[in-house]
């Protein structure tokens, strides 16, 4: 039978209460670390309530960057999922969909509000 392959697919979108600081653009700092360990988690939980779920398998936050003139913070992050040859075809308009549902319109991710424009899949 043929190997399931891991697929990716990035996620980007902009925190609007999150004011960016220097030390979220240092990968090194306590800030950074934990900004995205809670956006991980955060992310986590609602793909796991996804259509993607049974083959969904985690999302790294890659980079935190300066929005509007640092008045907001734009995360990016990378998503991985098994590509099994017998289940249904990742599609990022689906997920982009599922996201934006359960995200309130893109306007709620836990405790930060999103920019409901940022939202953005690349599959």
Not at 53 to 58: D, I, K, L, N, R
Not at 92 to 120: A, F, P
């Amino acid at each position: 039978p043929p190997l399931a392959r891991e697929g990716r697919f990035t996620v980007n979108f902009t925190v609007t209460n999150l004011l960016y600081t220097s030390a979220l653009g240092n990968s090194d700092s306590k800030k950074f670390m934990a900004t995205k360990r809670t956006l991980a988690y955060l992310l986590d939980r609602v793909l796991k309530k996804s259509s993607i779920s049974p083959a969904y398998t985690g999302c790294t936050v890659v980079a935190l960057r300066s929005k509007k003139n640092r008045d907001d913070t734009g995360v990016d992050a990378i998503c991985s999922y098994r590509d099994e040859p017998s289940d249904a075809k990742f599609s990022r308009v689906t997920v982009y969909h599922e996201l934006s549902n359960m995200t309130n319109g893109i306007t709620k991710l836990g405790h930060y509000s999103l920019n409901s424009q940022s939202l953005y899949i690349n599959g």
